[in-house]
């Protein structure tokens, strides 16, 4: 009755949002003298226009795929997992030891065990904190954020002493070998005569990220494990009522999304730099709680808002290269998308809803 | 009739979209009496009251009050023109004390000291006035309901309120704390104060008001000299067609024991003993009910018996012990040994509210055939079969998708009902079944229980209404401090003696027979 129809609340609202976004970056590029209708057309032109550019975007996409899912799955049991940056740091430092240290024979071995091993090393970052919620009460959100510290320094402290090659002065390891190189979207999808996606960093990553998209929505919404995250979720005395554990639950629940989190390394770390650099992550880690929250923790709202911010990303570096935008301000324009579908939710929807209300007591 | 009356309600109106929830209602409430407004769960009772206080604007209507017409925009209004509300739910600081609850947006200056001890003086005076006695120095959350609930007339007192609206003020109490509120309201209504009742409870009503209105889906559908109706006529106007209010069942059969608890033993988180040595019986074919004032253990008796919650001593289930304490103390396997659970708390235990009917439908049984035998979970044959049993159980609007928060009470208690009924338990454990569920539900619910037991089925009912623990049960066991204090046939007792059992006395009759 007293509700706005569904579509209007998924697909009105966020876009609504966006609008705002826009147009208040609008209005701060007008303020230091640039062409905002200007710096938006570049912005879809090194976006979009290009499969150059559009590899590029697939490729920040991708991350933002892993990273939401992994926040969605946690937010599904009421839980706020801020870890993916430390889950998908360490989930690179396992793809770099598959990569090194196994003789793959064949990309497609190698990228199988690295997603293994990313998966089990994510989840395993984030079982301390899950345990520690689950026996000790510690606030996931509080011990999450303090594993990014963690993980950062583990890493640092790993590739300085361990894995940095003899000589070289980068917190870096060696190259992968070759049989682990992924194919590129420029290797899958040029012919002979035309290069598709030229030098673009999307790799075969994006289709491991749809695949993760789907089995979030079956796991999620078509198994027993996903009913009882779901029930936890939303209320843990009536999961104990019905048998659910709520220790199990918070570890399961938890395991999966740093698993999640952690198979994002495939894509910077395997597909895109093919050694293990110290900042792989590069943030993707927190956008994707903006991911997660302006997709509605749904596979396929993660999946668009994912594509919105690898537009972002990608568009942004663009206008940096070719105006006198400075690259604060780029940042300063992802935050207000991240304000406004995120944070600012309900402005947007709290009018959108008077609204239709009063068009249905016209039509009454 | 010369006396004006202290409130007039004219033609007020009132839609939410295209719900009317107030169709033209016109009351009159005469001064120094006390007016009771019932109706089922949806009637409009609380809208309207909401409107009087100022919480919605009215569509189409007036108040008048002692005479001249009032308008309320917000609750400021309402208390300056003398309303004062006690809420369902409490509105007190739980961490402030009583005091400072009471002067809370009524402070007399920026210095909270002259405001307190006046009002020190105030709530002395009205505690010696009118029984309400409470510590003013105590906190909010060191109180009883019973207590908090005497703050919020205080409250309302303290900004000497001459009208007093109270929601369902007995929802909450047990027996004795709402004989002491109707000792309380009975005092203000002999200093002139004029108060409205807002229940659904009849036999209230026909205790303590003096007039009754009654409310069907919007409208007022009569008003009546209490002295002259009876609970029947009054049912009938609420729910619009006969009802009956006497539960219609043949006597039990009890056959052989299903359950069978000895010396049960439960400590709570804080280290305190809930049950305290429980040695109980449940026979196939009979409804045992546990009467009670709430908070002797019964609901940790419940949980232990569901599955969660600890315990020593031993549960026999068809003869077999029971695992208390390890890895099968829990929901599933209690449902796997042929016990069922509607539990006292829907909202926050039977139900998950904002999960669609179907998916409730299958809570707690999510492992059982009801979802399919594959990996993923069959939700077509779900649906259908939440859909065959909200047909079975009336569930009204019958749709499986819809969520469960927007069922009424007694449509959520029958979608549990349903769903715990239908596993054909061997054991059904039932906790207030007819907790803020409207009179024509209550009736079909009953049914439902006493239909259980004629299929040869044990069932024991905590519950803490002494009338619905005396028209169900077979047996009835009294539970004071975590212990069973006797047991009685409900042909061989009345309302005294378990109301004395429940007190804690031991022996009441060699108490009453000196």
């Known amino acids: 009755m007293d509700k706005m129809p569904a579509w209007a609340d998924a697909v009105l609202v966020p876009l609504i949002s966006v609008f705002l976004a826009a147009a208040i970056s609008a209005l701060v590029i007008l303020s230091i003298g640039e062409n905002p209708l200007n710096a938006f057309s570049i912005m879809v032109e090194g976006a979009l226009s290009s499969s150059r550019g559009i590899g590029y975007t697939l490729y920040y996409a991708t991350n933002f795929i892993f990273t939401g899912l992994a926040v969605a799955v946690a937010f599904h049991a009421r839980m706020f997992n801020i870890g993916g940056e430390g889950q998908a740091m360490i989930g690179g430092l396992g793809v770099a030891l598959v990569c090194l240290f196994i003789p793959w024979p064949h990309w497609s071995l190698a990228l199988l065990g690295a997603t293994v091993i990313a998966a089990l090393f994510g989840a395993a970052w984030a079982y301390i904190p899950a345990f520690l919620q689950a026996k000790r009460g510690s606030h996931i959100v509080i011990t999450t954020i303090m594993f990014n510290f963690i993980a950062f320094s583990l890493l640092n402290y790993v590739l300085v002493n361990m894995l940095k090659p003899q000589g070289s002065s980068d917190p870096a390891t060696a190259r992968f070998p070759e049989a682990t190189h992924l194919p590129t979207f420029q290797s899958m999808f040029s012919t002979a005569d035309n290069v598709m996606f030229r030098n673009a960093p999307a790799n075969v990553t994006f289709f491991i990220a749809l695949l993760a998209c789907v089995a979030v929505y079956l796991l999620i919404w078509r198994t027993r494990l996903g009913y009882e995250l779901r029930s936890f979720g939303q209320s843990e005395t009536a999961a104990v009522y019905a048998g659910i554990s709520p220790v199990k639950i918070t570890i399961v629940a938890m395991l999966i999304s740093g698993g999640l989190a952690g198979l994002m390394a495939l894509n910077t770390t395997m597909g895109e730099a093919e050694r293990l650099v110290l900042n792989a992550t590069e943030g993707a880690g927190f956008i994707g709680i903006a991911v997660a929250l302006m997709g509605r923790s749904h596979p396929v709202g993660i999946l668009l808002a994912a594509l919105l911010f690898g537009f972002l990303y990608q568009g942004g570096t663009e206008l940096a290269f070719w105006t006198s935008i400075p690259t604060q301000l780029i940042i300063v324009i992802q935050a207000l998308v991240i304000l406004f579908t995120g944070a600012l939710d309900n402005m947007v929807r709290m009018p959108l809803e008077k609204i239709f209300l009063n068009i249905r007591k016209g039509d009454a | ?514």
């Open chain 2, 1 to 514: 009739m010369t006396e004006t009356a202290a409130i007039e309600l004219k033609g007020i109106s009132k839609a939410f979209g295209p719900v009317q929830a107030n169709k033209d209602i016109s009351i009159k409430v005469m001064p120094g009496t006390i007016h009771g407004i019932i109706g089922e769960n949806g009637a409009g009772k609380s809208t309207l009251m909401s409107i009087l206080y100022g919480f919605y604007k009215a569509d189409r209507g007036e108040i008048w009050i002692n005479g001249k017409k009032t308008e309320i925009p917000d609750s400021q209004a309402a208390i300056a023109a003398g309303i004062g509300m006690v809420f369902q739910h409490f509105k007190l600081v739980q961490n402030f004390s009583v005091l400072e609850n009471v002067i809370l947006g009524a402070e007399d200056g920026a210095l909270l000291r002259p405001s307190l001890n006046k009002a020190r003086g105030v709530l002395k005076h009205l505690a010696e006035e009118y029984e309400l006695q409470v510590d003013p120095e105590a906190l909010i959350e060191d109180l009883s309901v019973g207590h908090q609930q005497r703050v919020e007339i205080l409250k309302a007192l303290y900004r000497e309120a001459d009208i007093l609206i109270l929601d369902e003020p007995t929802g909450v109490l047990t027996p004795a704390e709402a004989d002491h509120l109707f000792r309380i309201l009975n005092g203000l209504r002999e200093e002139g104060k004029t108060i409205i009742l807002i229940t659904h409870k009849l036999r209230e009503i026909m205790e303590i008001t003096d007039t009754v209105s009654v409310m069907r889906r919007g409208e007022m559908t009569a008003t009546v000299k209490t002295a002259e109706t009876n609970p029947e006529q009054l049912a009938e106007l609420m729910v619009g067609r006969k009802v009956l209010l006497q539960v219609d069942k043949v006597p039990a059969k009890p056959a052989e024991p299903v359950l069978e608890v000895s010396n049960l033993r439960h400590i709570d988180e804080d280290g305190v003993e809930r049950l305290k040595g429980i040695d109980l019986t449940v026979r196939a074919g009979e409804i045992v009910g546990i009467a009670g004032v709430s908070g002797n253990g019964q609901s940790e008796l419940m949980h232990v018996l569901g599955g969660y919650g600890h315990a020593t001593g031993s549960i026999k289930m068809n003869g077999q012990e029971l695992d208390l304490t390890g890895k099968h103390s829990d929901g599933r396997s209690r449902r796997d040994r042929g016990i069922g659970h509607v539990p006292e708390d829907r909202h926050h235990e039977g139900l998950i509210l904002n999960f669609s009917a179907w998916e409730n439908s299958v809570f707690g049984y999510h492992h059982g055939p009801e979802t399919g035998s594959g990996m993923l979970m069959d939700i077509k044959a779900m649906k259908q079969e939440a859909q065959a049993k909200m047909d079975r159980f009336d569930v009204r609007p019958p749709h499986p998708w819809l969520a469960a928060k927007n069922f009424s009470g007694g449509n959520q208690q029958k979608i549990v009902l349903a769903r715990e009924i239908e596993r054909n338990p061997d054991l059904l454990l039932i906790g207030q079944p007819t907790r803020g569920v409207d009179i024509g539900a209550i009736e079909f619910i009953h049914q439902q229980i006493v239909q259980l037991r004629d299929a040869g089925k044990a069932i024991l009912l905590v519950s803490v209404e002494l009338d619905e623990i005396m028209s169900l049960s077979d047996r009835i066991a009294v539970m004071f401090d975590g212990q069973i204090m006797g047991e009685r046939l409900p042909s061989e007792t009345d309302q005294t003696e378990l109301g004395l059992l429940m007190a804690g006395v031991t022996n009441p009759k060699e108490l009453a027979h000196g």
